[in-house]
């Protein structure tokens, strides 16, 4: 399946064919647009809810957001802020998934992996190539850059438990959110909008727009980095066949943010992304492509990885 049959809609890959008719009846498409949001804010509330009741009752603060955690250190709340957005956003996005399986009649893999099980190799490959393009593009920023503050995971004013903390928890809360949002929009989303159309360059640039704006940060260059990942971990997802790739990619990326970058909290400043630092988002998707091809040029055909053109579900009747 080369890349410009894919792009002109000339073939269909494994992944989008795991939509079915029903996912363009109009009927089912507006009813999940009125509860499939319901139902994640319900699920995502009652999880935090919980999450909440549990620390006080074992008399621990979790409420970052409430200022329960005022007096802790920086890197504790920070760690504690990030686990809970990512269970926040596991939650919703399981309730979407949930209100989909029943309106379309589906099962909730077919959102996330056209393969038999989820492959967590690909998972491992994807937070590699992630890991290992930002440690680099990490560093070479530092090297040039003129001014900037030291890195929260190398902060020797920090105690380096706290580092480690820190860094677990990070770890743990970019990977949910990770799913969550490759789940939402690399998975619904994306084989939603592909229901409706061929011209997959099309709804690949949607599905990054749409991903860009979700974060609610509106500096061009913010937009543009953001769009520009959302339409790579798109195409893996195409081009792999699921969203294991993307998932391990996509919590790498924010994982450097938070380990190389920035101390994320509820108060830190909106992202800004100047000439130079596009020009690393840019060459960050470069670097992510040339695996995702790689990959896929090792493991078109073996069995198990069904990444290769599958019959076009949208010309079948609906049963």
Known sequence: MSAPDLLSGRTLPAFLAQASPRDREWRRVALMVALGPLAAIALSFAV???????????????????????????????GVY?????????????????AGAVIFRRRLGSWVTAATRFRWSLLGWGLAAGGLALVGLSLAAQVFA?????????????????RLVYALTSFSGFMIAAWAEEVVFRGYLLQQMSAFSRRLWLVLLVNGLVFAL?????DPGALAA??????????????LGGLEFGIGAHAAQNLGIALFGEVLLPDTPQTVIDGGGLGMEVLLAVILIVCVEVLYRRRAGLQGDPISTASDPRSAPAP
Not at 82 to 98: H, P, R, S, Y
Not at 226 to 239: D, F, K, Q
């Open 214 to 218: 979700f974060h609610l940060e509106f």
């Open 82 to 98: 990030i686990l809970e957005v990512g269970l926040g956003l596991a939650a919703a996005a399981a309730g979407l998934l949930l």
């Open 48 to 78: 935090i809810l919980l999450l909440f009741a549990s620390g006080h009752a074992l008399g621990i603060p979790l409420n970052v957001l409430g200022g329960e955690m005022a007096g802790l250190p920086r890197l504790m709340r920070s």
């Open 146 to 162: 003129d001014e900037g503050g030291v890195a929260p995971i190398f902060d020797s004013a920090e105690p380096a438990s706290q």
């Open 226 to 239: 953001r769009t520009l990942l959302g339409m790579v971990l798109a195409w893996s997802a195409l081009r």
